[in-house]
């Protein structure tokens, strides 16, 4: 199962009606519950001001984007990249309104929403669903999930998405803590530890079946259980009800 990890920054809000525009993309791969190193980091000349309020979030300035590729050729290279894959995106359909007006843009045949050629799962709607009435912002699952996000002093495409494949797949791996971010002096005096994972690429359990002389032996005894009590075996009963 290939899946991608998504984030983009932009000039501002309102793509659509603002003209704000995307001018960085990262994207973290993921196969088989596992990061495979394959990255995408792409930064976009947005022919445009940078709102001072997005400025602040990412730090982006039109001197950095000066001379950058635009959009549209990149958007190849992009789309190449997340085809067919399944797209997580923390708040998903705000990225999604940005991706799909810059493919709006293009005016040319092909996809035209990023939902035409990928699936694309909102992992803050998952972690809403999981943690109901909690925060669920990036920094708040960082905390919860024990994600190290150190170095998020400000917003960065590819390093958010970076975080969030950590995050993500921690977040679908089972439950981590039996308490939440504010309950830590609780578990401490209660002496709840929490719960270890196993690692992924942990050997598979062995199975062993029983053989036929182990069988035979189990029957016979069985048997005797049969002739010897008043109800017969009681596993035996419960068995054949299986």
């Known amino acids: 199962m290939r899946q991608v990890v998504l984030d983009t920054e932009t000039t501002g809000l309102e793509p659509e009606h603002g003209g704000h525009r995307v001018i960085e993309i990262g994207a973290v791969e993921i196969v088989d519950r596992k990061i495979t190193g394959r990255r995408l980091q792409l930064y976009m000349d947005p022919e445009r001001q940078i709102d001072d309020a997005a400025y602040d979030v990412h730090g982006l300035d039109a001197g950095f984007l000066a001379g950058k590729p635009k959009f549209a050729e990149v958007a190849d290279q992009f789309l190449a990249f997340v085809e067919d894959a399944e797209v997580i995106i923390h708040n998903a359909p705000f990225d ?24 694309v799962t909102d992992s803050l709607a998952m972690a809403r669903r999981k943690h109901p009435g909690q925060k669920n912002g990036l ?4 905390r919860r999930y024990e994600v190290d996000n150190s170095a998020r002093e400000l ?88």
């Open 96 to 119: 999604l309104e940005f991706i799909d007006y810059e493919l709006k843009l293009l005016d040319r045949p092909g996809a035209n929403k990023l939902v035409d050629i990928c699936t």
């Open 139 to 142: 920094d708040a699952l960082c």
């Open 155 to 242: 917003h960065g495409a590819l390093l958010d998405a970076e975080i969030l494949a950590d995050v993500y797949l921690r977040m679908t791996g089972g439950q981590m803590s039996l308490f939440e971010d504010d309950d830590d002096a609780l578990a401490e005096a209660l002496g709840v530890r929490e719960i270890t994972r196993l690692p992924e690429d942990r050997p598979a359990v062995a199975v062993v079946l029983a053989s036929p002389e182990e069988v035979s032996v189990h029957e016979a005894y069985l048997d005797n259980l049969d002739a010897g009590a008043a109800n017969g075996a009681v596993w035996r009963r419960r068995r054949e009800r299986v």
